[in-house]
């Protein structure tokens, strides 16, 4: 079956700093990805995917992801954060392997920005 | 913002109790899901449905139910709650198109003594 991975549980990042958030998935024959955000006592948002065509996605609030197939990854990055940037983030997959299709979520990177 | 309400958005209740909790949409999708979110499991799908009265297991399906008698209304039911149930419950939506869950309720907070 699928799976994601996210290295960082949590990522501190000072204000107008980039940052990159990083998402490995399992292979398979085809997938497709996404990253949801989620701000204190709230559900999850999506923020971008991909499915097909470029491999560099731009998302909501200057959000964008590149996907690399040779190195299982779908990497999130924004040039200069904001306080109110800070929420956790998920990486997910959707993908099609010997056990049918599947959603997976990962478990999340925890940004918090640094005034 | 797309029209999901999770009820009640906080419980707490005692071990061996029965739990309902309630998801209503009001943007006519077909697909609806259950998951469970906690810490360093992201979340994960407990149940989900394609139809009125079609549903399916997802990952952590023991211990819950489900039923879909209205488009709109999805319900999860701990028939008797154990501590380790206790979790942050969210249902989500997606329409016929959709490959992944695309909006989500706010949460209901369920605690388990």
């Known amino acids: 079956a699928q799976s994601v991975t996210q290295l960082d549980s949590q990522v501190p990042v000072f204000e107008e700093a980039p940052v990159e958030l990083r998402c490995n998935y399992s292979?398979?024959?085809?997938?497709?990805l996404f990253w949801y955000v989620q701000y204190p006592n709230q559900g999850l948002q999506l923020l971008l995917k991909?499915?097909?065509?470029?491999?560099l996605v731009k998302g909501i609030n200057g959000f964008e992801a590149e996907f690399n197939k040779s190195q299982t990854s779908f990497h999130l990055r924004k040039p200069s954060v904001h306080i109110s940037d800070t929420a956790e983030y998920f990486c997910?997959?959707?993908?099609?392997?010997?056990?049918?299709?599947?959603?997976?979520f990962g478990p999340g990177t925890r940004l918090s920005v640094l005034p | 913002d797309a029209g999901i309400t999770q009820s009640p958005r906080h419980k707490v209740t005692e071990t061996g109790t029965p739990v309902t909790l309630r998801c209503h949409q009001t943007?006519?999708?077909?697909?609806m899901y259950w998951y469970r979110q906690d810490p360093g499991h992201g979340l994960r799908l407990i149940h989900y449905?394609?139809?009125?009265?079609?549903?399916d297991k997802g990952e952590v399906s023991d211990g819950y139910s489900v039923s879909r008698s209205k488009t709109e209304d999805f319900l999860l039911t701990l028939e008797s709650a154990t501590s380790s149930q206790t979790s942050v419950y969210f249902c989500?939506?997606?329409?016929?198109?959709?490959?992944?869950?695309?909006?989500f309720g706010d949460g209901t907070r369920l605690s388990i003594l």
């Open positions: 991909y499915l097909s065509g470029s491999t």
């Open positions: 449905s394609y139809g009125v009265k079609d549903t």
């Open positions: 292979s398979s024959v085809s997938v497709y």
């Open positions: 989500a939506i997606s329409d016929p198109g959709g490959l992944q869950p695309q909006h």
């Open positions: 997910a997959v959707s993908g099609c392997d010997n056990y049918g299709q599947n959603f997976v």
């Open positions: 943007e006519n999708h077909r697909y």
